[in-house]
Each structure stands twice: as C-alpha cells, then as structure tokens.
T-cell receptor, first 112, second 110 residues
Framework: DAGITQSPRHKVTETGTPVTLRCHQT?????MYWYRQDPGHGLRLIHY???????DKGEVSDGYSVSRSKTEDFLLTLESATSSQTSVYFC???????????FGSGTQLSVL | DAKTTQPTSMDCAEGRAANLPCNHS???????VYWYRQIHSQGPQYIIH???NNETNEMASLIITEDRKSSTLILPHATLRDTAVYYC???????????FGKGTLLTVNP
C-alpha cells in the first residue's frame, strides 16, 4: 500500500482553539484529499488538492482551511474548533488519473 | 458526476458469492464506475473500477450492464474479513473530486 500517514492519530481539544492535522505521503502523488466521517453521513469531502498550492473546496468546507506547500504534505486547519467538528478525519492521495485513492488510518478528533 | 443508489445493507453466507448492486441511471458516457470498501474504523480501500466492459482483479469482479445504468460488484467467495461498507462511485475520469455516498454494509455470516 501507498505510504500515507496522518498525525496525530488522536486529539482532544477545546472549543475555540486552533487545530492542524497533517497528512504525509511518500508516493509523489499529485492529488490529496481530506474527508470527515460521521455516523449517518458516511464520508464527506472537505477539501482537496490537485497540485502544490492548488486546492479547492469539497462539500463541507466551512470552518476548515488547507495548505499544500510541498507535494508530500497536505495540512487541514480548524481555525477555531467547534464541537460539530468532532469527527474522524481521513486523508487520501492518488496519482495519475486518480484511479486509486490510498487512504490514511484516520485521525479521531474530539472537540470539547 | 452521476448519483448512485445502493442498498443500505446486505447479508451473505461465508464461502458464497456476494453480489452488491449499484444503480447509476444518470451515468454519462465518459463516467467511470468505482468501488471502494471500508472495514470498520479503517480508511477506505480501492477495489476495482470500469467504464463499459466487465472487469476482474484479484479482489473482485465488476459487471456493468450494457446500458451502463447499473453495475454489480461480485466477491466470488466471501469471507468474514469481507464484512465492510462498500461504496459505489461514479465520476468522470478527468474529475479528481471524488465523493462518497453512504454505501452498503455487507455482513458476511459464518
């Protein structure tokens, strides 16, 4: 499987604090994604990137920002975390025609 | 991208073939059908994809109807480890924005 790692794996934070999740891939994939997964909603796309410094919004982007300054890293930032952002966050990457996405193991974020 | 419809859940006996249907009646000619699965608490895993022809790999077979309005993912000999949520996704090859629906929870029973 592709080398894709997420950090941290678990995080507990307080409402109003900034949070940054990191996704790192070693496959030189062009495309990277951030999803969140909640019971009853399945996987929902937050933001995605189609190249260094090229990003776009997904279906649930409000309250989130992303940055991609290097091919291998895609950062997801919650500027001011809210309890509604408690979720499991998955990062994914893919190359070429995006035929296959490779997913990380997820980050469990709890906002108290 | 075209919308897909999948049953919420299905059961299958261990050792039997699991046939997971997906309806994509609004699919256009240049849209591919993709299947992923997600085993509990893990990240999703790519299974297979196709455009028009049936496809087979080491994990599964994908059967696409001639009018391309529906497809079936076949796991030929389901095992307990195949218990997972299976997602059917339709997208244009040049569209790298991949969105997932709620999928089908397949439970393989001993």
């Amino acid at each position: 499987d592709a080398g894709i790692t997420q950090s941290p794996r678990h995080k507990v934070t307080e409402t109003g604090t900034p949070v940054t999740l990191r996704c790192h891939q070693t496959e030189n994939h062009r495309y990277m994604y951030w999803y969140r997964q909640d019971p009853g909603h399945g996987l929902r796309l937050i933001h995605y990137s189609y190249g260094v410094k090229d990003t776009d919004k997904g279906e649930v982007s409000d309250g989130y920002s992303v940055s991609r300054s290097k091919t291998e890293d895609f950062l997801l930032t919650l500027e001011s975390a809210t309890s509604s952002q408690t979720s499991v966050y998955f990062c994914a990457s893919g190359g070429g025609n995006v035929e296959k996405l490779f997913f990380g193991s997820g980050t469990q974020l709890s906002v108290l | 991208d075209a919308k897909t419809t999948q049953p919420t859940s299905m059961d299958c006996a261990e050792g039997r073939a699991a046939n997971l249907p997906c309806n994509h009646s609004t699919i256009s000619g240049n849209e591919y059908v993709y299947w992923y699965r997600q085993i509990h608490s893990q990240g999703p895993q790519y299974i297979i994809h196709g455009l028009k022809n049936n496809e087979t790999n080491e994990m599964a077979s994908l059967i696409i109807t001639e009018d391309r309005k529906s497809s079936t993912l076949i796991l030929p000999h389901a095992t307990l480890r195949d218990t997972a949520v299976y997602y059917c996704i339709v997208r244009i090859g040049s569209n790298y924005k991949l969105t997932f629906g709620k999928g089908t929870l397949l439970t393989v029973n001993p």
